[in-house]
């Protein structure tokens, strides 16, 4: 493995090579055969001190000035002084050389697991190519305008969110999503910042605002990950803030009370000085938010963007699992497969469908409008309306039409609604309180989504559930071709809610609850749940915001992953708690009774620290 060392890194490990060669020459030179041997002893010993630990001290100095008195480095400074002190130069100067090895270590681990993470900010757009006038002008992406036209050339990055209208090409996503598969474009494809286009030039024009792009909200989410900490972090932090005065004084009243008692001072204060380079609690303010850190890289390598610690430290509790079902479970890609008129021609109730929902986004609009085929005068809707999960409304031509499910539809005509014999969505229509007929939508099941409810049963989910507003035979089939456990079907987004509440109340007391979808309906049951997750790349602003996690290319496979990677992260968090505070446990009783001496109070310290900081970096490697 080839080490790549920064600036900084480089000055520490030079300071630590010029003290191991001074300590070396002290160690060879025969001190009590020369002339005030004693006195070049000290001075050399000295030397390799200053020449490793300067910097050290200078630290531990402006740390005391601003009030920080009780840090490692404030314990370093007095075990390894108060070595010279009584006369033990050589182990004052391992100390130091050993303390400044495991920070090297500790840097160049933090190091690595911040290229993890912020690998992510290389995606940061330098400039977008605007078509202004025939002319391309190039200006920072912020200077963009709504409904501009940009140029992106073969190898450039992305700079806006926006649609294909002249072009095609294929784009890099794995910088965004952590698949190496790129995306075909061509026009009318939807383009995301970030991206890199990587064969033919394209025109975009632009749909988003740089602040709303994609880009900026992933760099948004990198940047504040590290912001909320975990339950284990907070207890580390506050453990720190205590235990650090309380070991100072305990090693105070060791170095002084035996000695009033016995008379031997010099051993005395010995033993309170390794007492005090085994308590430094380093290993534990390094190594646990190191590892949930690493963890967090992890997870944004393989297109999971967590928002911070606390949720990962939720997630590894994680016992059941509640999924939104289209665009989650399913591609959220409707087709018209079935239209059953009553009254009126096929052609005319695909019509009324297809203007009622003109001003509709949702995918089943979309869908509606797709199978219509023409054009839609926008000038023939008088006026238009939604009921939130149930229809549209809207006067076309002097005509009152209505879309939706079939309670909404029974409710306006007073009368049944047929149920279609094909498993699909049926969106029902009538016209002036009249039933004309229904139009049947199919959706596909995402390709991986059978798989992710398998996983999420083997890696500790006990039991996993489906929230939608489809029909209870679309919700039923979707069930049971996937193996979920259970499913609540035709469901407004406030019964979502009231279902995720009931259901929380399911799991035990360490137990979480998981919620994902993608749609702005989700966004409330998000904010609900124990964790909330949003599938990002096509999902609404509105569950990325209310979300915990998103991820980034929509994939239901990276549910059961990122329960594993949090799983895996709290594991090594709390391997290295057990293991820290065991072996200074041992050894502070062994040196306050005097069976150990300083090295093994130095491996107690940066041994145990270095062997902590590098099990926290296994949390970067994930399968």
Known sequence: MKLSFSKKQKKMLARIIAGVIIFAAGELIPFENIPYGSYIELAVFLGAYLAAGGGILLKAGKNILRGQIFDENFLMCIASLGAFFVGQYSEGVEVMIFFLVGELFESYAVEKSRRSISGLMDIRPDSANVIRD???????????????????????RIPLDG???KGSSSADTSALTGESVPRDLSVGSEALSGCINQSGVIEIEVEKEYGQSTVARILELVENSASSKAKTENFITKFARYYTPAVCILALALAVIPSLITGQWSTWIYRALTFLVVSCPCALVISVPLGFFAGIGAASSKGILVKGSNYLEALSHAEVAVMD????????SFEVTEIKPEGISAEKLIEYAAYAEYFSSHPISVSLKKAYGREIDPSVISSSGETAGSGVNADIEGHTVCAGKAKYIENITGKACPKPEKPGTAVYVSRDGSYIGYVLISDEIKDDAKDAVSEMHRCGISKTVMLTGDSKEVGRYTAEKLGLDEVFAELLPDEKVSHVAELKKQTSEKGRLIYVGDGINDAPVLACADIGIAMGGLGSDAAIEAADIVIMDDKPSKIPAAIRIARRTLAIVTQNIVFSLGVKAVILILGALGIVGMQAAVFADVGVMVIAVLNSVRALKVK
């Open 163 to 165: 649609v294909v209208t």
């Open 134 to 156: 025939g002319n391309i002008v190039t200006v920072s992406p912020e200077e963009v305008k709504l409904g501009e036209t940009i140029a992106v050339s073969p190898g450039e």
């Open 325 to 332: 079902k289209t665009g989650t479970l399913t591609k959220g």
